[in-house]
């Protein structure tokens, strides 16, 4: 599985993005994607994932409410919709693709084998 991000950029603070992130292998049912991301200085925290079955997403606290998760099963791409941003939300976002058999989505990095190169996203005040 090899992922592309895209769509990260500067909006101001209050505005939208949407970052998309294309699958070039096979994505089944059981597998989860998503995103993480890292800002300066900081560790790297997991943002939100769906089920590529679409039963079950899942988001951080800090973006509940403003951003959307979903996926395009027909061109294998999962999106990002962000609205309401904060600077806080600037970081570098990345995608990432595991397989989970759990019904749970996990947020633990490490359970991520597979990861996209980053996109930038920044939000100024």
């Known amino acids: 599985v090899q992922l592309q991000a895209s769509g990260g950029g500067l909006a101001q603070a209050g505005g939208a993005l949407r970052l998309s992130c294309a699958s070039s292998g096979v994505i089944y049912s059981r597998y989860v994607m998503g995103w993480f991301r890292q800002a300066p200085g900081k560790e790297r925290e997991f943002v939100a994932a769906?089920?590529?079955?679409?039963?079950?997403?899942k988001y951080v606290d800090s973006v509940k409410g403003r951003f959307t998760i979903s996926r395009d099963s027909a061109k294998n791409t999962v999106y990002l919709e962000m609205n309401s941003l904060k600077p806080e939300d600037t970081a570098v976002y990345y995608c990432v693709a595991s397989y989970q058999y759990r019904d749970t989505i996990v947020v633990l990095t490490s359970v991520y084998a597979y990861w996209g190169q980053g996109t930038q996203v920044t939000v100024s005040s």
């Open positions: 769906i089920r590529w079955s679409g039963s079950s997403t």
